[in-house]
């Protein structure tokens, strides 16, 4: 007989469990499909939109020049440079000169007339990029001819050859506008576009005391180099420094543009997150439902000597694999998203015709696609180790029992939701007293179990940052003079109160009654 002993002391460890998870798992995805979905679509819209935004920002830069219209820009309201001022940009390189504003066309013949974006344009336009017209010439414009886009004929029943008032001067329509090079460079428009010369802009009589027209001078440099222009900025503001004008140069080449997708970028990943929490109710129920058709398994298991945490270990990876499986199906739906939208917007926006995979992007929707998972499935999977092996007898559900998990999944729990402490809604606005962009602060949440720990300090920290990151003279936002916590927070950052400043603020009866006040 042999002395030898048989420990029984074995306990299965990962390895174990993972050998096992694989091999129920090779029954197919069933009762998974709801989990996989949820997952799939909340990482798509994450990683899809923060793909489109790169790759729009991306075309923006490739295409700068063209959508800045040169080099550099300066602009000014309602005023003219001064010869002095025109003699410097001149001095520097090549300069184009235009003039925008909203203006009424009319149509006399038909008695028709509509708002339009009147640009008014001299002989070196464009600097760079291409000018296309239905006809594909570019002749310089008479002071008496005007070329709109097929919008405006279409809203005034017109057609090329025939006479278009605006102002006080007639117009003959003698092409339709296809495309132009800095149409994303301007303000966007709330009407048909419609060019005319500068000589044509003197003859509309539009030009008055009050009229809202904004000058634009673009500059073709000699040295487009980046740090030439950042001299002749320099250079410019220390010559004129009561100019008043906007300089802008490659970096920002689309403000209004930018500041759209950055805004829509933000909301649709809000969306995403949204859709990915909501989602999670799917991914409890899909969970739960799955081990309960695991219940007499698991019974079956304990009933061999398998501990609690060999349970856990084994679901748990099941559901990790899962959730990668749609994280990964999200992921690829992602990575489409610049492809369509260069397919089927690609003319209106500046989609980067470059490389379009953009792996960054795709991080935070891998991130909160394994959270999301992990916080609605960690509730069922942890009252899923208490299953006992008298389950094998009984009709009942595991966790009936137990209606909370044990204290340690339960704090595991709460730290994983904690890690989703807070969000910021900021926009960028613009100072003209400044001449700079500025970082405006709308909202701070950060939620209550995470306050006091550093986490608005970080929010606000990241904010400064990308504030310094995109030039900006000022980070600002507004904060109600009862709420001494917040005070304080802000206080402490180094933040300054601005008393001299009032708000004011129109609303209600009292705003219908303005607006409607002969």
Not at 390 to 414: C, E, M, N, W
Request: hydrophobic share 45%.
């Amino acid at each position: 007989m042999s002395d030898r002993v048989v420990s029984t002391d074995y306990t299965p460890g990962f390895m174990l469990a993972l050998r096992f998870a694989m091999r129920e798992l090779r029954a197919g995805l069933r009762g998974f499909y709801i989990f996989l979905g949820c997952i799939a679509l909340g990482v798509a819209a994450i990683s899809g939109v923060n793909s489109v935004a790169n790759s729009i920002t991306n075309g923006i830069a490739a295409e700068s020049q063209a959508i800045l219209g040169g080099d550099m820009s300066f602009s000014l309201v309602q005023r003219e440079t001064s010869q002095a001022q025109m003699a410097f940009l001149k001095s520097k390189g090549d300069v184009s000169q235009i003039i925008t504003m909203r203006a009424m066309a009319r149509n006399n013949a038909a008695e028709e007339q509509t708002l339009v974006e009147l640009k008014a344009i001299d002989k070196a336009y464009p600097l760079y990029g291409d000018f296309k017209l239905a006809s594909g010439t570019q002749a310089s414009l008479a002071d008496n001819e005007i070329l709109v886009e097929q919008l405006l004929l279409q809203r005034l029943e017109m057609a090329i050859g025939d006479q278009l008032e605006i102002g006080s001067a007639l117009f003959t329509i003698r092409d339709t506008i296809l495309s132009e090079p800095d149409k994303l460079g301007l303000n966007i428009g709330f009407g048909p576009k419609a060019m005319i010369s500068l000589e044509g802009m003197e003859r509309t009589g539009l030009i008055q005391p009050g009229s809202l027209l904004r000058y634009h001078y673009r500059l073709k440099l000699d040295n487009p180099a980046p740090s030439n222009i950042e001299s002749v900025n320099e250079e410019a503001n220390a010559t004129f420094p009561g100019a008043g004008w906007r300089i802008r140069s490659q970096e920002n080449a689309a403000p209004a543009l930018s500041r759209s997708i950055q805004r829509f970028t933000e909301f649709l990943t809000l969306v995403g997150l949204t859709s990915l929490i909501v989602g999670g109710v799917g991914v409890a129920n899909a969970t739960r439902a799955y081990l309960e058709t695991k219940r007499q398994v698991v019974a079956t298991l304990k009933s061999l000597g398998a501990p609690g945490n060999f349970v856990f270990s084994l679901y748990l990876v099941q559901i990790l694999i899962m959730a990668a499986i749609g994280i990964f199906i999200g992921l690829l739906m992602g990575v489409a998203m610049p492809f369509l939208a260069r397919y089927f917007m690609g003319d209106i926006l500046p989609i980067s015709e470059g490389a379009l995979f953009f792996p960054a992007a795709l991080l935070p929707g891998i991130v909160y696609g394994f959270l999301t998972a992990l916080i609605f499935a960690i509730w069922p999977l942890a009252l899923s180790r208490d299953v006992q092996p008298t389950d094998l007898f009984r009709a009942s559900s595991y966790g009936q029992k137990r209606k909370l998990p044990r204290l340690v999944y339960t704090l595991v729990l709460i730290a994983l939701v904690m890690m989703l402490v807070g969000f910021a809604v900021y926009f960028y606005n613009y100072s003209t007293w400044l001449g700079k962009n500025g970082l405006y602060l709308e909202d701070l949440y950060v939620s209550p179990d995470s306050r006091g720990n550093g986490a608005g300090k970080a929010i606000m920290k990241e904010l400064a940052n990308r504030a310094i990151s995109k030039d900006c003279g000022r980070f600002e936002w507004v904060v109600l003079d009862w709420n001494k916590p917040a005070i304080d927070f802000y206080n402490s950052m180094g933040a300054e109160p601005q008393n001299e400043w009032i708000i004011y603020r129109l609303t209600g009866q009292a705003l219908i009654d303005f607006a409607n006040k002969d």
